[in-house]
């Protein structure tokens, strides 16, 4: 069940000014930073707040560490901008398999690495009205973790 918008993407071309920006006008402090490979993004998590299922809701700043990334990819066609929303669930692999079977494309087979630990997958924009979405299991709160 997806209980929360665990974070909006927002793809920039400059991480460390755009961090300022959110600081400087809206107060929001920087919670996690992160490179990830396998997604060509070095990314900044901020903290608006915490949820009631014991997540939490995030802006995800986003800059791309190569070209031909989906984030570098996505900023020369369409500059900077809300790239995705990431809806937060217990359970990634069962919901993603639930979404599936209803005819919309899962990207990935199994979920894979997202920023602090947690799964995710993503559903193709073109089946979600023009939206790119993700889904995320946080790390702490799924119970796959158990099994590994
Ligand atoms: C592409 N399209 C989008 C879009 N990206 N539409 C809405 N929102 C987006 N973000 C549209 C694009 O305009 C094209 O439409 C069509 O989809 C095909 O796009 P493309 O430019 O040819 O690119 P593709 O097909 O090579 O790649 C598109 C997909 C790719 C969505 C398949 O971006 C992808 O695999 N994304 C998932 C991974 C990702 O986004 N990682 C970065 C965040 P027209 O022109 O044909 O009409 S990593 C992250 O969030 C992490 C680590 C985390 O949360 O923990
Ligand atoms: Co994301």
Known sequence: MLT???????????????VEFYRATYGFEVFHTEVNDEQGVREAMLLVNET????ATYLQLLEPTREDSAVGKWLAKNGEGVHHIAFGTGDVD?????????????????PRHGTMGSRITFLHPK?????????????GLDPAEDAH
């Open 4 to 18: 929360r918008i665990d974070h909006i993407g927002i793809a920039c071309f400059d991480l460390d000014a755009t």
């Open 52 to 55: 009631s299922d014991g997540g």
């Open 127 to 139: 089946d979600c009205h023009g939206v790119l979405t993700e889904l995320v299991t946080s790390a």
């Open 94 to 110: 069962g919901d993603a398999a639930a979404i599936r079977d209803k005819g919309v494309r899962v990207l990935y087979d199994e």
